[in-house]
């Protein structure tokens, strides 16, 4: 019995370790209250960076905590991040200057904070929820050539995207019980007209709130963009939820939306609720 109960909270005390949480405090840009990244030991190493992005002035470290987000990193050799920027609600709101509008600091600060961690840049996978989708979505459209795929899930306001060389896969999402549906449908559509590579997903009789059902949904894109070399993207259209033709999605591009595998289609016609 001493024995198992030794194994028992050894085994529990390399759990905790691997889960330590350690922040790294940065000067925050100008129109910034707070600039600090969580962060949590996964792989030496890492090919990219997994960056978890809260709420508006919200703190990422519990999402970080996940067991399930932690698994992800370690199986795609990834670091993993969380964002906790914050900035008042004016700069935010009246003045866009805050941290949800990455080309104003904010961006930069996150990159510093990557070279810190982990000793020079990397590519980076993208999460945002609700003021984090704001900054996913700023940021991707900032600085593409850092995103190697993103999500942002339900914002209240955008950006129109703008036609770039460089376009990274992404997904907007929402719930369709939220206020902000519609600029998101919207956001979406701006994006697929102008030749982005992106997914739309609504969800069903869900307001503004976390998804785990998403959450398992982006953890299965984001594999699949990163073995991208294996797998066969496909084309479908986000109404009628059947697989396109190229052909079709150039003649109608924001009816239709991209995914990195066909392995997806079924797991995001389960999901997506038109």
């Given at each position: 019995?001493k024995?198992?109960?030794?194994?028992?909270?050894a085994?529990?005390?390399g759990l905790?370790?691997?889960?330590?949480?350690e922040?790294?405090r940065l000067e925050?840009?100008?129109?910034?209250?707070?600039a600090?990244?969580?962060?949590?030991?996964?792989?030496?190493n890492?090919k990219?960076?997994?960056?978890?992005?809260?709420g508006?002035?919200?703190?990422?470290?519990?999402?970080i905590?996940?067991?399930?987000?932690?698994?992800f990193?370690?199986?795609?050799?990834l670091g993993?991040?969380?964002l906790?920027?914050?900035?008042?609600?004016?700069?935010?709101?009246?003045e866009n200057t805050?941290y949800?509008?990455?080309?104003?600091?904010?961006?930069?600060?996150?990159?510093?904070?990557i070279?810190?961690i982990?000793?020079r840049?990397?590519?980076?996978?993208l999460y945002?929820i609700?003021?984090?989708?704001?900054f996913?979505?700023?940021?991707e459209?900032w600085?593409?050539?850092c995103v190697?795929?993103?999500?942002?899930?339900s914002?209240?306001?955008?950006?129109?995207?703008?036609?770039?060389?460089?376009?990274?896969p992404?997904?907007?999402?929402c719930?369709?019980?939220?206020?902000?549906?519609?600029a998101?449908?919207i956001y979406?559509k701006?994006?697929r007209a102008?030749?982005?590579?992106?997914?739309?997903?609504s969800?069903?009789?869900?307001?503004?709130?976390?998804s785990?059902?998403?959450?398992d949904?982006?953890?299965d894109?984001?594999?699949a963009?990163?073995?991208?070399a294996k797998?066969?993207?496909?084309?479908?259209?986000?109404?009628?939820?059947?697989?396109?033709?190229?052909g079709?999605q150039?003649?109608q591009?924001?009816?239709?939306?991209w995914l990195?595998?066909?392995?997806?289609?079924?797991?995001?016609?389960?999901?997506?609720?038109?």
């Amino acid at each position: 019995m001493k024995t198992t109960a030794l194994l028992f909270l050894a085994g529990m005390a390399g759990l905790m370790a691997a889960e330590k949480v350690e922040t790294l405090r940065l000067e925050p840009a100008p129109n910034m209250t707070r600039a600090e990244l969580h962060h949590v030991a996964t792989v030496p190493n890492p090919k990219a960076v997994l960056v978890l992005c809260p709420g508006c002035n919200g703190s990422g470290e519990d999402l970080i905590r996940s067991p399930k987000w932690i698994a992800f990193a370690k199986q795609n050799r990834l670091g993993l991040v969380g964002l906790s920027f914050a900035s008042s609600m004016s700069a935010i709101e009246d003045e866009n200057t805050g941290y949800y509008y990455a080309s104003k600091g904010s961006g930069e600060k996150l990159l510093e904070g990557i070279r810190e961690i982990y000793g020079r840049d990397l590519p980076l996978l993208l999460y945002g929820i609700s003021g984090g989708a704001h900054f996913t979505s700023r940021f991707e459209e900032w600085n593409p050539v850092c995103v190697l795929t993103w999500c942002a899930y339900s914002a209240g306001w955008w950006d129109e995207p703008q036609r770039n060389p460089i376009s990274p896969p992404g997904i907007v999402a929402c719930g369709d019980e939220d206020p902000r549906y519609g600029a998101s449908l919207i956001y979406f559509k701006q994006g697929r007209a102008a030749g982005k590579p992106w997914q739309w997903v609504s969800l069903a009789k869900i307001g503004h709130q976390g998804s785990p059902e998403l959450d398992d949904f982006v953890r299965d894109y984001f594999s699949a963009v990163l073995s991208q070399a294996k797998t066969t993207p496909i084309w479908a259209d986000i109404d009628r939820e059947e697989k396109v033709s190229s052909g079709e999605q150039e003649a109608q591009p924001s009816l239709t939306g991209w995914l990195p595998s066909e392995t997806l289609f079924a797991e995001w016609r389960k999901l997506n609720a038109p």
